[in-house]
Nanobody, 121 residues
Framework: QVQLVEFGGGLVQPGGSLRLSCAAS????????MAWYRQAPGKEREWVAG???????NYAGSVKDRFTVSRDNSKNTAYLEMNSLKPDDTAVYYC???????????????WGKGTPVTVSS
């Protein structure tokens, strides 16, 4: 079917930067929207940022002006550039994609398994 895999998480100091990648593979005709979510320990998963197939972006207020979402449609990959990281950004980061497997498909949401980000000195 379709698999999404996130890369790039790790430990970073406050004020630092990380770049996450989300690569989709499998039977893919096209990917409509892609999005990033995160889940901090003891909290519910929250939406972080999204990007449409034509590159329109949207951000949660808590990350706006610090995070940048982008995508490379030729690689079926989305990115999340995270700058000025804060301890509150510590979470497991997940991506999802609304994937069409044929031109007649309306699209199905697929999720990756997440990559952990820890912001700590």
């Amino acid at each position: 079917q379709v698999q999404l895999v996130e890369f790039g998480g790790g430990l970073v100091q406050p004020g630092g930067s990380l770049r996450l990648s989300c690569a989709a593979s499998g039977r893919i005709f096209s990917i409509l929207s892609m999005a990033w979510y995160r889940q901090a320990p003891g909290k519910e998963r929250e939406w972080v940022a999204g990007i449409t197939s034509d590159g329109r972006t949207n951000y949660a207020g808590s990350v706006k002006d610090r995070f940048t979402v982008s995508r490379d449609n030729s690689k079926n990959t989305a990115y999340l550039e995270m700058n000025s990281l804060k301890p509150d950004d510590t979470a497991v980061y997940y991506c999802n994609g609304n994937v069409k497997q044929s031109r007649f498909d309306y699209g199905t949401i697929y999720w990756g398994k997440g990559t952990p980000v820890t912001v700590s000195s």
